[in-house]
């Protein structure tokens, strides 16, 4: 493998054509393409899958992750040797849940690091694994403990999530001593969020309740104080309401806890090492 030929497929996958991908390299399209069949003839396999846009195939988002990490190392080197080098990027991958609270301070501590800019991709905490294996980004919070290839994982801590509602919305559906879960307006964060959907199987509820759905998550817990409806906050995030009576929980022991763990490539990185430890700090310990 040859770094010409790595940088070409990156710039293949990033770009989504070999013509972007040339004027991205000052190069022609028919040397990217050289370059690909050179390093597919080597690999003994098809790296780049040609359409619109193109894509790397399993085998090529190996090799990109490979291109993406000897580009990070590169980077710090240029930092190290010249202060007035391009400014090194750092592209994570955190759930909006964690970016909207505990990791906040880490995005302070950054601020104070030179020639370092983030890069990061808002994913739902158990969903990020595709971005880690085609090496879009260096590292995610995610809920999964399997460790993509060429990644070290480490448990960080996480997050308790209540099931709330307003005061007003509870007793609009009060339901005997609880609440008609069947009938009560939910919220979701979008195609992945399992959070409520969890609590309603384990209520056994097998309907379609009128489900309202708000992807950010600051507004996501101001609909559910405005009343839109219920939906499960994590603790850090309630606790102020619920000691204020603004918010109750619907459920006096139901909880559910979502493990965090932190998945990073593995590799010898002066940044990464400093973000890892960054992290370690600041994550929720449940």
Request: hydrophobic residues 40%.
């Amino acid at each position: 493998m040859h770094t010409d030929q790595l940088r070409a497929l990156l710039a293949v996958v990033d770009t989504g054509t070999f013509e972007a991908a040339a004027r991205e390299l000052h190069v022609t399209p028919s040397a990217v393409s050289q370059r690909i069949k050179a390093l597919e003839h080597s690999m003994g396999q098809v790296v780049v899958r040609r359409g619109q846009p193109c894509a790397a195939t399993a085998a090529g988002e190996v090799l990109v992750r490979l291109a993406r990490q000897q580009h990070l190392l590169e980077q710090e080197a240029q930092a190290a040797l010249d202060e007035s080098a391009a400014a090194t990027e750092l592209p994570i991958a955190v759930n909006a849940d964690s970016l909207a609270t505990w990791f906040r301070p880490i995005l302070r501590e950054v601020a104070d690091w030179d020639g370092v800019v983030l890069r990061l991709h808002v994913e739902d905490e158990g969903h990020s694994h595709e971005l880690l294996r085609a090496g879009t980004v260096l590292g995610a919070i995610t809920s999964n403990p399997v460790p993509v290839q060429g990644c070290s994982v480490e448990r960080i801590g996480g997050m308790r999530y209540l099931p709330v509602a307003t005061p007003e919305l509870r007793e609009q559906f009060a339901l005997g001593r609880g609440v008609d879960w069947e009938r009560m307006p939910v919220l979701e964060f979008n195609d992945h969020d399992d959070l409520q959907r969890g609590v309603l199987r384990g209520r056994g509820v097998e309907g379609d309740p009128p489900t309202h759905r708000i992807p950010s998550s600051e507004a996501f817990a101001e609909a559910v104080r405005a009343g839109l409806g219920w939906g499960a906050l994590p603790t850090v995030q309630c606790t102020d309401d619920l000691d204020a009576g603004r918010l109750v929980r619907l459920s006096a022991r139901e909880h559910v806890d979502v493990p965090l763990h932190w998945q990073s490539w593995r590799l010898r990185s002066p940044l990464v090492e400093r973000l890892t430890e960054a992290i370690r700090h600041h994550a929720p310990t449940r």
